[in-house]
């Protein structure tokens, strides 16, 4: 144990410099677009990525206990409303105070990324198992 330590490097130990949980303005998506579930879910402005539209999305579980959510994301031209799409995301298992970043693809919806209104319908489901 002695040979150990005479011969580790010296200086701070490495260990996790940063062990705050983020929150949903932590991930940079911008403006949000939409919120539901009393904040706990946050869509942000479209873009486009990789040739695909995308909508990011934070999922901040508020409650006292671990939760599921489904997440359905409905975005449609605001001068041509017959341009619609409807993509849905899972968050599984958040547990109570922490974020989670992800994401829908809403490419097809053939409007361009300011010409667009979104729209959230979140179902949120406590998980007993814990």
Do not use: C
């Amino acid at each position: 144990m002695e040979e150990r330590a005479r011969n580790a490097p010296s200086g701070d130990p490495a260990g996790p410099r940063n062990t705050d949980i983020p929150e949903p303005e932590d991930y940079g998506y911008g403006r949000a677009a939409a919120t539901a579930q009393g904040g706990e879910v946050v869509a942000y402005d479209p873009s486009m990525e990789g040739g695909r539209m995308i909508v990011p999305l934070t999922v901040k579980n508020r409650g006292d206990e671990r939760a599921s959510y489904k997440v359905t994301v409905t975005v449609k031209g605001k001068t041509d409303p017959s341009m619609t799409k409807t993509a849905s995301a899972r968050v599984t298992g958040l547990f109570k105070d922490t974020s989670w970043p992800t994401q829908v693809d809403v490419t097809g919806v053939g409007v361009d990324v300011r010409d667009l209104v979104v729209t959230l319908k979140v179902t949120k489901t406590i998980n007993r198992w814990q």
